[in-house]
């Protein structure tokens, strides 16, 4: 899936997972926290085109329709979408922060240019319109549009627009999100829910519901679980990818140079928020290949034997060091 940040989710905002009002005077203890310093500037960061190089044609036509479908994704194909009911409300840019163009927010920056390919998940070879179509199946908990109509079409031009230059991604700084150290024990829920009563529920409610736009067609703070959040087969329900989202976005202020979180932290708040009730989805033809299943898929069944709550929550090294020793 598929600019302003305070305004998450607004026809015309940029968007965020878990933002927070911090209340003045309140610490959490944790043990073995360090402080969080900003991250060092890294010379070959990934950076968005500018706008204003988008080409004044029919192919830029296509390439604004793209990108105003991630913003406005619910306008078009949420609950009361123009175009017909595919999703839940949400938007792309819930998940791909300023429409797939912040760094480590989750951005489009290599979806053009490493697909198609094999996926670990599908065991098969999957288009960029494939991939499109497990966000509207997954975080979006829908179905997606007709692969070929318009809309997907300007979605893809808008991500190869995105990609242009972009010819070996793997290894590219600032792609995706960011994989944080993990944890020498399991990330906890209880710490969590502290850190989210401190930190997130001013804007994302006391029960993660969110604030829904003027006119319920969107969300001006989005769900973070329950029916209208995305479903258990997402990519930030792996708590690996989810805890990397906060800890480089959240909460409002954050940035991979100036991360206000801990590591531990995002870990613990991701914790909490994937333990809570949300749809799910079907997922028993994942990972075909077994031995390919990431360590923290919160699902069984699994090629090890670890638990299932020890692949949601860790501590993960204890898997990696034993898949290490069959491989």
């Not at 087969?233 to 805890?243: E, I, Q």
Request: proline share 7%; charged share 25%; aromatic share 10%.
């Amino acid at each position: 899936m598929l600019t302003n940040q305070l305004k998450l989710f607004a026809i015309i905002s940029t968007t965020a997972l878990i933002c927070s009002c911090n209340e003045p005077g309140k610490h959490i203890q944790q043990h073995n926290l360090s402080e969080t310093k900003p991250t060092p500037v890294v010379k070959d960061v990934w950076q968005a085109p500018e706008e204003h190089t988008i080409p004044k044609n029919s192919k830029g036509e296509m390439i604004r329709y793209g990108k105003d479908l991630i913003v406005n994704t619910s306008a078009y194909f949420g609950p009361k979408g123009r175009l017909g009911k595919f999703t839940n409300g949400l938007n792309c840019q819930n998940c791909h922060l300023d429409a797939g163009t912040r760094i480590f927010g989750n951005n489009y920056a290599a979806v053009m240019s490493s697909y198609p390919k094999i996926t670990a998940r599908s065991g098969k070879i999957i288009s960029p319109a494939a991939r499109i179509k497990g966000c509207f199946e997954r975080s979006l908990n829908g179905t997606m549009p007709d692969s070929t109509s318009k809309e997907i079409r300007a979605m893809l031009a808008y991500m190869e627009w995105l990609n242009q230059g972009v010819k070996e991604p793997e290894g590219m700084y600032g792609r995706g999100t960011e994989k944080i150290a993990v944890l020498d024990r399991p990330a906890d829920p209880k710490k969590g829910a502290l850190l989210y009563s401190l930190k997130c529920r001013s804007c994302h409610g006391e029960n993660g519901e969110g604030i829904a736009a003027a006119g319920g067609k969107t969300f001006v703070y989005p769900p973070l679980w329950g029916k209208l959040s995305y479903n258990d087969g997402a990519g930030l329900y792996r708590l690996s990818n989810f805890a990397g989202f906060i800890k480089n976005n959240m909460p409002f202020g954050a940035s991979y140079k100036n991360p206000i979180l801990t590591d531990e932290e995002s870990w613990d708040i991701a914790a909490f928020v994937n333990s809570q009730a949300r749809p799910h989805k079907d997922q028993h033809k994942d990972y075909p290949d077994l031995k390919k299943k990431p360590v923290d898929a919160p699902y069984g069944p699994y090629g090890d034997q670890f638990s299932e709550k020890q692949h949601k929550y860790g501590p993960y090294q204890p898997i990696k060091n034993a898949h290490k020793t069959k491989t």
